[in-house]
Nanobody, 127 residues
Framework: QVQLVESGGELVQAGGSLRLSCVAS????????????AGWFRQSPGKEREFVAA???????NVARALKGRFTISRDNAKNTVILQLNSLNPEDTAVYYC?????????????????WGQGTQVTVSS
């Protein structure tokens, strides 16, 4: 069973940066991490989960339009890891950030495309 573990979330001041990591394990031997699309979503209290960024199996990124220029996504297939770099953070970025994998390898922004989800990591931005 595929498992995802996120890390890197913490309390940071407005204007600061964070680097979130997501490590995958339990991928079946007939497949590799490189076959999967990987995405990041976030959810704040009282709000729906929203797309942040994703990267497909070819390594092409897809970042939510409102977050372009501040957030970037990358992957290290040798380490089964997807990275989300958050820059110029503001209090509106406060949320639980979730990592997810799409077995079809896409970078879709629809959450229902993703089969596997991590437990999330909390990002809190103080003003």
């Amino acid at each position: 069973q595929v498992q995802l573990v996120e890390s890197g979330g913490e309390l940071v001041q407005a204007g600061g940066s964070l680097r979130l990591s997501c490590v995958a394990s339990g991928i079946a031997s007939r497949r590799s991490f490189a076959d999967y699309g990987a995405g990041w979503f976030r959810q704040s209290p009282g709000k729906e989960r929203e797309f942040v960024a994703a990267i497909d199996r070819s390594g092409d990124p897809n970042v939510a339009r409102a977050l372009k220029g501040r957030f970037t996504i990358s992957r290290d297939n040798a380490k089964n890891t997807v990275i989300l770099q958050l820059n110029s953070l503001n209090p509106e970025d406060t949320a639980v950030y979730y990592c997810a994998l799409d077995p079809a390898g896409s970078s879709a922004h629809f959450s229902n495309r993703y089969t596997y989800w991590g437990q999330g990591t909390q990002v809190t931005v103080s003003s």
